[in-house]
């Protein structure tokens, strides 16, 4: 009788970082059809992501009565993996670069 191993930290962070991903696209696709524009930023868009990061989903233009719903999509998109929302025109002057450098489009992970 062949004996299963526990899947290893890489094969869970591979599972993990993949449904981050699915969730980011299906939140940012959700997003679009509301007319608000987001990028993904951090750990996820610099390939750093790993069992204990949160995706960040950084909002570059949203109408002004949207700005309260959105947390709710990217919620009910991403379900139980932890995020952050932020917005462009809210990060302070020195943080912005840091924001944007790493930020790319949800179609540009693999």
Known sequence: MT?????SPAQNRAA??????????QAIAALERKHVKALVTGSLADNSFDLHSDVDILITQCPREMKYAIEAIVEDALGTIPFDVIYLDEIAPRKLRSFTEKARRVEDLD
């Open 3 to 7: 004996q299963l191993l526990p899947p």
């Open 16 to 25: 993990y970082r993949a449904a981050a991903i699915t969730g980011a696209r």
